[in-house]
Structure formats: C-alpha cells, structure tokens
C-alpha cells in the first residue's frame, strides 16, 4: 500500500503554534520533507518543528530555489515530487512543513499539484497553519478587520505603485515579505499618508519578534525576510 | 495579584485545529468565557473545545447579541468586560474562547479593547487561531494565493454590489458568512461571471463540513450561518 502526503503547515515560528493535529501528523510520519534554499544554512520550517519531534525521523531536504524563474522551478518542484513519491511508495508515509499557512505563498502547493498529477492515487492531507499576519494582530493585540471592514494580504514581489489602489478599497492591509522593496513601499506609504497607520513586525512569535512603528527610521536598511507590514487605516489601533 | 487575560481563537471546528498554545492555556485558566447570542441552543467555540478539557473550569456565558445596533452592542460588552475583570481582580485567570482567528471579525477584539480601557494593569495575551478560510483551503487542496497574486477577506454584511471593484483587483476572493445575502452575492458572482470559478463551504473541518462547486443549486435556500466562498478567477483549481 502506497504512504500518504501531508502538507503541514507549522505556523510563524513559536512551536506552540502549531496545531495539535499538525503535531500529531509530524509524530506519526516516517519521513519529513522540508523546503532548503542554496542561500539558507538552516530551515526555518524544521527550527520550529525541531522542538517537538519525539523518536528518529527520516529528515529529508528538496531544494527550492528562491527564483521566479518558471522554468528552474518547474525543474526542481518535479525533482522534489519524485523524491517524495519514492518514499510514498515504498509505503511511507511523508510529512512536507512549511511556515505559516500551507496554502498561502507556500512552495507547498506546487508540490501537491505535482504530486498528484504524478499519481492520483496518493491520499493528500494539507493542515493549515497560524499565519504571520495573524500571529501579529495578536501579538500587539491589533484586530486585523472588524465588523464590516476588509482585509487585503499582499505579497511582496507585487509592485508597490499598485498599493495606492488597494489603500483607497481595504482599510486594513497586510504587506507579506517586505524586505525586497522595502523603501519603494515606505515612498508609496508616506505619499498616500498612511505612514502612521502602519507597523512592522519581523519574526513574530520568537524570541527574535521586533516590531516597529515608526518606519521612517528604517528608511535605507533592509528588513529580514520574514518581516511584514500591516496598515490599518481606521480606528486607533496604533 | 490580578489575574491575567487571555484571548483564544480556536479555530474553525475541529478540535484538533486548536494550537499547542490555546489547549495548553485552555486547561491552565480558572475560568472560560463564551459569547453567547440569546437564538443558539450552545455556544460554537464551546463544543470545539469541550472534548480538549480537562479536570473542573468554571464556565461562563456572556451575553453578545446578533445585533449591529451600537449602543446594545457597547452595554453588552461593557457588561461582558465587567464580569471578566471581577474575576481578574480576584485574583483568576480567565480566557475568552472565539472561533476561527481571535483577531478577525471577533467579539474577542472588542471585549479586550474595553477590559484594556477599564484596567490598563491587566495583561493580555492574544493566540490567533486557524481561520475558516485557510481550513477550507487545506480541506479542498486549494491554495488561497500563491506567488504575486492578491488575496481579499470581504465580510458578509457588506454589501454585495460592492463586489465587482473586489473581484477587478483581486484573483484570489474570501466571502465570509454569506447566508444573509447569498442570493444576491450569487447574482453578483453570475453577473461578473465567476459563478465556476467559486466553491461555498459550510462548517469546514467537522464532520457536518458541506461543500457545493455547483452554486446555482442553492439558489433560493439560505446556507448555514457558518458558511463561506471562495473565489479563484485565476488557475484550473475549481
């Protein structure tokens, strides 16, 4: 009998954000699948999983290059798919973590289409998982949307000059991985003057979580990676 | 010593969605508190979190009416704020159970705004939770934004005809609570022509969990109160 495919979502970083059922996933696979850029010396995903792993596990590395070149990618997601549909059916049974949510900007559900369109046999299990934004609201106790507000979540290689639009719809707006164009996203901020309606947080809920809100300070440096800022344009929240 | 607060989302129905974090709080606390609405027989977040405790809590019930009339809504939460912070002062912990996220669309962020207000001593501490949407998400194996694409949370009580401008910026549309105005958000989605680009779900992750990719056939009935759509203009994922 084939293994299953679980795509576990582990959260922002704290270990206790995960979900009980995540970490009973994690505990029962024989293998753990985890995302590993040329750049990274360590996984962010398996630093967080790390903590909770009871009894040997095979540990198993896929290459994700951090490129958006279509073609590389599609290269190295069918690589990955391979290696796990190896261990799938030998009868294993594979875990894949990933930060955050597994359905949102997640190498994940690449994978998962891959996976199936190799074999549509293998049973597919994806647990979702604490997302930074939300993690963040509730760090600074910041409500993300109340009553009849919307909220808009934007990744960060969209061009910030489309921001101003999403500003004039969403009161309340959260910029994921900011770090790339940074001052450009300060420039659109100031200039639609919500500047002061706007907090930076990188690495919520460990030990390293920093939280700025005045962001003209950080004009000219570069945010880590896992940074995100959050607008919220109503209210008196920050 | 005063006691200490906690808000906890936990999560969108399976008991198994709560984090690490929340269960572990969950049975460390004196006292849970719930919203209650005078038309449900039980209290939702409740019956997700029952079969986790463990050993004797005191339970409690405050009254949150299914109203938009602001000054009952401001007296009930002053009233609900009232009781929490008299447990508090006696020296109790106390945690407020919400379903889905603690920091979106939930009585949660009023309550502490007002327990903050009344007693700026008391320290909270916020869990976000699994939300609705990435639960539905991780159950269809959809994924609710990948790469540069947006992604919008649109609550139920707005109005509907305010849709297309949504649905023009943003691939990726989360329509939260939709029953009371699912037959006009069915004419907008067909108007606009996204009707086979969008699923409705209703109590994703139990066992009463209820998915149509074919709207049109509910056309006329009202779905559940805990039911959303997901809309994906983008892609070969519905």
Redesign the interface.
Known sequence: MKGKFF?L?V?PG????????A??ILNEVDVICMPKSRLERECVAYNIVRPLLRGEKEIVELYMPMT?DAEILEQEWQKGAATILAFLRRGLDVAFITIG??????TY??L?AKI?ALDEEIE?T??????SF??T???L???????????????S??NPQKLP??LA??PNVVLMKVAPNFNEILDVLEAEKVQDKAVLVSHCSTPRQQCEYDLERLRGSKPDYLSLILVKQQGRWL
Chains 1, 2 share one sequence.
């Not at 704290?14 to 059922?21: A, H, R, V, W, Y």
């Not at 949510?101 to 997640?106: E, P, T, V």
């Not at 106790?141 to 990744?155: F, M, Q, S, T, Y």
């Open positions: 795509g979502g959260g704290d270990p206790e954000l995960l979900t009980l059922k970490y009973r958006r949510d597994a359905m949102l900007y997640s559900s690449y998962m199936k597919i994806t647990v979702p998982g604490i997302t939300a993690a609201a509730a760090a106790n910041i409500p993300l949307a109340e009553g009849e507000e919307r909220l808009a979540i934007v990744p290689i969209e639009e999403v719809q969403f």
